[in-house]
């Protein structure tokens, strides 16, 4: 099956900087999601990106299907921005194991 | 903007016991999902339907677990008789499609079983 690899594993940083996630996955797909879980657990959909850019206020995302990665981007991190962010592929949904953002005040 | 909504948002039971997990997907979707996150770990896959069948299920899906839509608005999770490592967050997921649709989930049931 696709394997989906996200990095980093964990990322700690001030409030204000900007990250970028990385997601990876084995072979070519035609469903492409990122999450966000908050400390609560609840799943938040961020984006529906399968191929191309989206924006949505400081966070945009972009996946280049035919190299198979996709890229979420958090501009002026706020302390609410902390959680798992999970990138997940695919037509039953593919989790990778996440990037555990914090966000220092 | 349409919801999945999940009840109930927590439960205990004990060893043995059955639950039954229930979701209300998006009133216009046609598929229907399962999913479940062991604390601390990936949001695994359990079981999808469609048309009022299973469609697909992982190895996890045993003979424990069954799904039904017993209505034209609920889409219920049965555990029969729970184990210790049932204890996890539930997730339950709709889309408008197979491809082309993003997939919307619920804020999902948190089991603990003792």
């Known amino acids: 099956g696709i394997q989906v690899e996200q990095s980093p594993p964990d990322l700690i940083l001030q409030e204000g900087a900007n990250s970028t996630l990385r997601c990876n996955f084995s072979d070519s797909v035609n469903n492409l999601q990122w999450f966000h879980q908050n400390p609560w657990g609840q799943l938040i959909n961020l984006f529906y990106?399968?191929?191309g850019t989206k924006q949505n206020g400081r966070l945009s995302a972009t996946t280049v299907a035919t190299e198979r990665y996709s890229l979420l981007y958090i501009s002026s991190s706020q302390t609410t921005d902390s959680g798992v962010y999970f990138c997940?592929?695919?037509?039953?949904?593919?989790f990778g194991s996440g990037t555990r953002l914090s966000i220092r005040p | 903007e349409p919801e999945v909504t999940q009840t109930p948002s927590h439960q205990v039971t004990q060893m043995g016991q059955e639950v039954i997990l229930r979701c209300v997907p998006i009133s216009n979707h046609l598929y229907f999902y399962w999913y479940r996150q062991i604390l601390g770990q990936k949001v695994e896959f359990l079981v999808s339907f469609y048309n009022n069948e299973i469609s697909e299920k992982s190895e996890i899906f045993d003979d424990q677990f069954s799904v039904e839509r017993p209505d034209g608005s609920n889409f219920t999770l049965k555990i029969r008789s729970t184990k210790l490592e049932d204890s996890a967050m539930y997730f339950c997921a709709s889309s408008e499609g197979l491809m082309g649709y993003g997939y919307t989930f619920g804020s999902g049931t948190r089991l603990t079983v003792v």
């Open positions: 990106i399968p191929s």
């Open positions: 997940a592929v695919d037509g039953k949904i593919i």
